[in-house]
């Protein structure tokens, strides 16, 4: 009942679910319980070459589209797995390979696609100015051949589990600037030479395993030659980055919608009280039904959106809207597959707990739902700002 495949793109997803299929339930569960990273995973991913899918040929990646690229992430998360552990990969590359130079491309991104680099974090919430992005605090100063950071960040995902980090600074004072969106840069920091040299990162304990931390940025060097794009122009670079965001995440919560179904349907069959399979009760049925139905009308926005991005026309309302109804639907799906299951949806073992969990997180993260439908009364329904 999804949107047709091509038989490449069928190839694709039912690889991704072999190499899925060595890595179960139990293996998710074991780490969510110790806040562990999935190594193992992660690396089998990027032998396989499924987090160099948005990395040109030419730079020994497959040259693949953001569909495609949304593909792998649902395949990952119908699994039962949380794509959240790698996706950052996919969607920081669409910045390196848009707007960065020949040189930081020859570089950077054949051993992103060995997996000899990882580009896993992304600085860009802030304690103080949060979803308020434009007016971030955190400052670089351009000296000689090098910029010199002060700041803090907060949330800053995976930072401990990557060789680099995208991170958004100002580096022109914003009463200075036009535009508020104006003098912002994006900075690609190695985080082995950051070391001891004016970063500081503490880990940040929240409800679901997400390896996020805090950052404190007291005189970091940067070598200019790391600056992404033109410096001042980092908001407009960072947009791309983000309708490949939206498309990615979509397809997560589409992964997980279509998980909670598979599972809760599952156990509506087998589960007989009072005599019948409660499945056969339409107060079970109903809520499976209409979470079933909203994830397939978010699964075909996501194409809308991922066909419009990789054929290079502009997506913004279309990303915004897919990631908005997927993560509405995945949270719908959740709860009926929590339901569904009665007490044992709050046992451990079953895993619907933990995806509860984890797929909540989409209606925050990375952009507020609120948000989104602010963008979209400004941009789409042409209402006054509000925010
Ligand atoms: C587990 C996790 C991982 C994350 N990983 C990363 C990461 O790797 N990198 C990164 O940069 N960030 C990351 N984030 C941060 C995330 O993007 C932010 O939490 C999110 O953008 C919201 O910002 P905030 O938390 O500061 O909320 P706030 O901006 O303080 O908003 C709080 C609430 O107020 C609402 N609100 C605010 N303004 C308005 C308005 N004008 N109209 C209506 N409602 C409004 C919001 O919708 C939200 O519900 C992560 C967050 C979490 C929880």
Redesign the pocket.
């Known amino acids: 009942m999804s949107a047709p495949l091509t038989a490449e793109q069928r190839q694709i997803r039912d690889a991704v679910r072999e190499v899925c299929s060595d890595y179960p339930g139990e293996y998710w569960r074991n780490l969510d319980e110790v806040q562990g990273y999935p190594t193992e995973f992660v690396r089998a991913l990027t032998q396989g070459g499924w987090l160099a899918a948005l990395i040109p040929e030419q730079y020994g990646g497959s040259g693949l589209g953001i569909l495609e690229a949304s593909l792998i992430m649902e395949a990952i998360n119908a699994s039962g797995g949380n794509a959240a552990a790698c996706h950052?990969q996919m969607y920081i590359m669409d910045v390196v390979t848009r707007r960065g130079t020949e040189q930081q491309k020859q570089r950077f991104l054949p051993a992103l696609a060995s997996g000899h680099l990882r580009l896993q974090?992304?600085?860009?919430?802030e304690p103080t100015t949060?979803?308020?992005t434009t007016q971030l605090r955190t400052r670089a100063e351009r000296r000689g051949d090098r910029y010199v950071v002060h700041g803090q960040?907060v949330?800053?995902?995976r930072l401990e589990h990557s060789d680099l980090m995208l991170l958004l600074v100002r580096t022109t004072p914003i009463d200075e600037v036009q535009k508020r969106t104006h003098g912002l840069s994006i900075l690609l920091v190695d985080l082995a030479e950051a070391a001891g040299n004016g970063i500081e990162v503490r880990p940040l304990r929240?409800m679901?395993n997400?390896h996020?931390c805090e950052l404190f940025l007291d005189g970091l060097e940067v070598p200019a030659a790391n600056l992404i794009g033109e410096e001042g122009e980092g908001f407009r670079a960072l947009l791309d980055g983000l309708n490949a965001e939206r498309i990615l995440i979509a397809a997560e919560c589409i992964g997980d919608g279509d998980w909670f179904i598979r599972k809760a349907c599952g156990y509506a069959r087998e589960r007989v009280v009072f005599a019948r399979p409660i499945g056969q009760n339409q107060g079970i049925q109903f809520p499976l039904s209409q979470a079933y139905a909203h994830t397939r009308a978010a699964d075909l926005m996501r194409f809308r959106a991922a066909g419009l991005y990789d054929d290079g026309q502009p997506c913004g309302p279309q990303a915004n809207m897919a990631k908005l109804l997927a993560a509405d639907a995945s949270w719908e799906a959740a709860n009926a597959c929590l339901q569904t299951h009665g007490g044992y949806g709050f046992a451990a073992d079953y895993d619907v707990e933990r995806k509860f969990r984890e797929t909540r997180?989409y209606q925050?993260?990375?952009?507020?739902?609120?948000?989104i439908l602010?963008y979209i009364a400004e941009k789409v329904l042409g209402l006054p700002r509000?925010?």
Not at 121 to 125: D, L, N, R, W, Y
Not at 364 to 371: E, G, K
């Open positions: 950052a974090a992304f600085g860009v919430t949060g979803s308020d960040k949330f800053t995902s929240t679901i997400h996020t997180l925050v993260a990375p952009v507020s739902t609120n948000l602010a509000s925010y």
